[in-house]
T-cell receptor, first 112, second 113 residues
Framework: ETGVTQSPTHLIKTRGQQVTLRCSSQ?????VSWYQQALGQGPQFIFQ???????GRGNFPPRFSGLQFPNYSSELNVNALELDDSALYLC???????????FGPGTRLLVL | SQQGEEDPQALSIQEGENATMNCSYK?????LQWYRQNSGRGLVHLIL?????REKHSGRLRVTLDTSKKSSSLLITASRAADTASYFC?????????????FGKGITLSVRP
């Protein structure tokens, strides 16, 4: 157990819809990152939030957006869902400046 | 894009044997990390090695790093059936977002009882 939780565990949406995924970080962790893992692939970095500000982004379009709240929980929002968005979405948290990140169990999203 | 390339893609060994997994990467790194993932679930951090380190140990794990060859290896000694999982190497760049892990495609390890 890493102390990082994600909800929901599974989700089914249809193409064009919008989705919000949630992550609750370990207490005191002020940095959260989100990753997308397609089937059979390694996770791909979406973006990072530090103290409620986005401060790093991977190669993902603007329809992927996020929020980090004062209690350091966070959301990943994806608009205009596409079939290729079907994946496992992982969040990871850490204390800024430290090297080890702690991953949640992920949310598996299926887009039909 | 994937930075790390793990080798082999799949490995099957008998319980008690050692498992060696290799990883190559492309750019300058701050550190390299190995993770384990069971059945498409969350990632578990195994070990981290910094760019100025050559070898680290943690329990049954030994990781090496050769920055001149841009490669790393993970050795699991005396493997157990519970070690069956996917293993990923991930690099953190020397500059930029310090949480940005760039993962390879992973190695599927099967340990037969």
């Amino acid at each position: 157990e890493t102390g990082v939780t994600q909800s929901p565990t599974h989700l089914i949406k249809t193409r064009g819809q919008q989705v919000t995924l949630r992550c609750s970080s370990q207490s005191g962790h002020n940095t959260v990152s989100w990753y997308q893992q397609a089937l059979g692939q390694g996770p791909q970095f979406i973006f990072q939030y530090y103290r409620e500000e986005e401060n790093g982004r991977g190669n993902f379009p603007p329809r992927f957006s996020g929020l980090q709240f004062p209690n350091y929980s966070s959301e990943l929002n994806v608009n205009a869902l596409e079939l290729d968005d079907s994946a496992l979405y992982l969040c990871a948290s850490k204390v800024g400046g430290q090297e080890t990140q702690y991953f949640g169990p992920g949310t598996r999203l299926l887009v039909l | 894009s994937q930075q790390g390339e793990e080798d082999p893609q799949a490995l099957s060994i008998q319980e008690g044997e050692n498992a060696t997994m290799n990883c190559s990467y492309k750019t300058s790194i701050n550190n390299l990390q190995w993770y384990r993932q069971n059945s498409g679930r969350g990632l578990v951090h195994l070990i981290l090695i910094r760019s100025n380190e050559r070898e680290k140990h943690s329990g049954r794990l030994r990781v090496t790093l050769d920055t001149s060859k841009k490669s790393s290896s993970l050795l699991i000694t005396a493997s157990r059936a519970a070690d069956t999982a996917s293993y990923f190497c991930a690099t953190v760049p020397r500059t930029g977002a310090n949480s940005k892990l760039t993962f390879g495609k992973g190695i599927t390890l099967s340990v037969r009882p």
